[in-house]
């Protein structure tokens, strides 16, 4: 078997399905909007929502179209191997790391432009961005050193580990990557300071509302904060971060300039039921599934030696394995995986609503959906199948239809 050519179909058909999912999208502007969501946009605002939603859905496609063909070439012309070969004849750490930095050079010189005019060219003339090029550029810096840093100490590691322990790999990587995603999970906090503030709520009634809540459902956390999101975009949001005793709840400040009393202490209550239901634990544990794919396709890609010269290598290079793992093997069955994971996030969903609905925030929680709807130019009429495919929320109507039926229940 030539594995080139079946890296290249697998990369081929993994576009074409990137193609189909980017064509749902497109779809979705020209269909009819639901009646309990009709309210969200008035006829100006419909239209100019239309000329947003199609800009994006285009430059997404473009994106998704530059992406996959660099990729086709990459493969296509051995051009990690060439680069590989030409620094590092021998030596694995250094032909690993070459071909990994490779990488994430190349898809940053796609990815920067396309970012940009996203954000600073598409987000701009709709008011939502806010951030100034600068930003840009140095989160661009920070997230390529960050990326650099991770990417690189997690293939030394995974080299350390195969040199030494052989056959024991993929248990031993799971573990590894277990640990790793555990790690992201706590130090997470941390990393959102390289690009926020962060600032205690001030004292008030809602942070007596909010506590309050926190102690009727016997919650307990170190602090909530205010995030000054506003800096970037005006998009609000709000999310529990943390596990255990370090367990905080970090507010945007664009949420609470947006949002009345109510709303907010509704999306709290919603942040809350998913807290209470454990839901970020269950992902944590869906991820592990991952994982456990993953260190099988790395285990497959490791123990074939045969599979590197067909790509021009001299020997097994690890930095291309992994990318053979993660931008061919992972690519290739994340349709699948995401039809699942995102099936559950949309039951977590729900079921978050239903605790901020039970608790008397229905109507609270429906009015700030919408509002956060409008406020972010949500897509109130996206396709079933873009839904079931890759939506990690249920739609707006839908939300609004389930918090109705537990509002008129209790
Ligand atoms: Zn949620």
């Known amino acids: ?5 079946l890296a290249l179909v697998l990369i081929g058909l993994i576009f074409l399905y990137q193609l189909a999912v980017d064509c749902l999208a497109m779809a979705s502007a020209r269909r009819k909007i639901p009646e309990n969501v009709a309210d969200v946009y ?3 605002a419909y239209h100019r929502w239309l000329r947003y939603f199609k800009e994006k859905t285009r430059l997404a496609l473009l994106r998704h179209i530059a992406a996959h063909v660099t990729t086709l070439v990459i493969v296509a012309f051995d051009v990690y191997a060439r680069i590989a ?7 694995i750490y250094g032909a690993a790391l070459a071909v990994l930095a490779a990488d994430m050079v190349i898809s940053l010189l796609y990815e920067i432009p396309f970012d940009y005019v996203n954000d600073l060219v598409i987000e701009q003339k709709y008011g939502f961005n806010h951030m100034s090029s600068k930003t840009f550029f140095i989160d661009q810096l920070k997230s390529l050193l960050v990326g650099l840093i991770l990417t690189g100490g997690l293939c030394c590691l995974f080299i350390l580990i195969h040199q030494t322990l052989g056959n024991w790999l993929p248990l031993a990587f799971a573990g590894l990557m277990l640990l790793f995603v555990l790690g992201a999970v706590f130090l997470s906090p941390f990393f959102s300071k390289l690009y926020n503030k962060f600032e205690p709520l001030p004292e008030g009634t809602l942070r007596d509302r909010l506590t309050a809540l ?4 016997g919650c307990t956390v170190k602090a909530i904060y205010v995030m000054d999101a506003s800096k970037r975009s005006s998009k609000a949001n709000a999310y529990f971060t943390g596990l255990g005793r370090t367990k905080t709840i970090v507010l945007y400040d664009t949420l609470l300039e947006q949002m009345n009393e109510d709303e907010i202490v509704a999306v709290f209550a919603h942040e809350m039921g998913h807290n209470k239901h454990r839901d970020t634990l269950k992902m944590y544990f869906l991820n592990a599934v991952n994982v456990a794919i993953m260190a099988l396709l790395a285990w497959g890609v490791i123990s074939i030696p045969e599979i590197y010269p067909d790509f ?5 290079n690890y930095g291309f394995a992994f990318f053979l ?10 349709p699948l995986t995401g039809l699942v994971f995102s099936a559950l996030s949309r039951r977590f969903e729900y079921g978050a609503d239903c605790f901020a609905a039970e ?6 929680l429906i009015s700030a959906l919408k509002k956060l709807a409008r406020n972010t130019f949500t897509c109130l009429t996206p396709h079933p199948a873009l839904v079931a495919l890759t939506y990690s929320h249920p739609t707006v109507s839908q939300r609004v239809a389930a918090l109705e039926q537990v509002g008129g229940q209790t």
């Open 1 to 5: 078997m030539n594995y080139k050519i």
């Open 325 to 334: 793992m993660a931008s061919v093997g992972m690519s290739f069955l994340s």
């Open 214 to 217: 926190l102690t009727e459902n």
């Open 85 to 91: 070969n030409a620094l590092f004849p021998e030596g």
């Open 42 to 44: 008035d006829l100006p």
């Open 312 to 316: 021009g290598f001299l020997g097994v």
């Open 359 to 364: 608790r008397g925030y229905g109507q609270a």
